[in-house]
């Protein structure tokens, strides 16, 4: 069935870095853009990055940019989420999500992970 | 940056109850605007897009309207695997904007 799969949380200290992994199956992977999401804990939802379905285009939240990378290789049905500088404000779970529609389509989050917890702490 | 006003934060219901959940927009979005459900512990699911297209699989007991700025989920009969936290979302443009979440309890 369709599933995304987190790996590679952790605990890390700040200024530190991790990289997370999101592992897709079922679907038909290079076709969808795709999405990391996080939460920290108990708080709401954050949108944090996205890349289109052929890797050729990124979007980043502002609380992020210049630290986070997404990427992906469609190869090994795997996103990426390559995270630098880490702050105490980075703790969250973190989801990787799945457009809805294929290609290009101004669209909904259909598929989650289960999700990853990165803590950033000393 | 579009921002999203959803309210009320936390409602308290009783099975059986009708439900509704507004979600406001700093500018308009057409009818890109999905809602997501989460429960304790566990990834959002999609329960709507297009701000009135139910996702497969969904209960017709939810639905969504509105279009341009104001937006709503409403839940006509609660059930009880119904109580958790719902999240208005725009995709109109980056960067995406979830609101800031509805809990639904037991009253």
């Known amino acids: 069935q369709v599933q995304l799969v987190e790996s590679g949380g952790g605990v890390v200290q700040p200024g530190g870095s991790l990289r997370l992994s999101c592992a897709a199956s079922?679907?038909?992977?290079?076709?969808?853009?795709m999405h990391w999401v996080r939460q920290a804990p108990g708080k709401g939802l954050e949108w944090v990055a996205f890349?289109?379905?052929?890797?050729?285009?990124?979007y980043y939240a502002d609380s992020v940019k210049g630290r986070f990378t997404i990427s992906r290789d469609n190869s090994k049905n795997t996103l990426y989420l390559q995270m630098n500088s880490l702050r105490a404000e980075d703790t969250a779970v973190y989801y990787c999500?799945?457009?809805?529609?294929?290609?290009?389509?101004?669209?909904?989050?259909?598929?989650w992970g289960q999700g990853t917890m990165v803590t950033v702490s000393s | 940056v579009i921002w999203m006003t959803q309210s009320p934060s936390l409602l308290s219901a009783s099975t059986g109850d009708r439900v509704t959940i507004s979600c406001r927009m700093s500018?308009?979005?057409?009818?890109?605007l999905a809602w997501y459900q989460q429960k304790p512990g566990k990834a959002p699911e999609l329960l709507i897009y297009?701000?009135?297209t139910l996702q497969s699989g969904v209960p017709s007991r939810f639905s969504g309207s509105g279009s341009g700025t104001d937006f709503t989920l409403t839940i006509s009969c609660l059930q009880s695997e119904d109580f958790a936290t719902y999240y208005c979302?725009?995709?109109?443009?980056?960067?995406?904007?979830f609101g800031q979440g509805t809990k639904v309890e037991i009253k």
């Open positions: 500018q308009g979005i057409s009818s890109y």
């Open positions: 890349i289109r379905y052929d890797g050729s285009n990124k």
């Open positions: 979302q725009q995709y109109y443009s980056f960067p995406r904007t």
């Open positions: 297009a701000a009135s």
């Open positions: 079922g679907f038909t992977f290079s076709s969808y853009g």
């Open positions: 999500a799945k457009d809805r529609g294929e290609f290009d389509p101004i669209d909904a989050f259909d598929i």
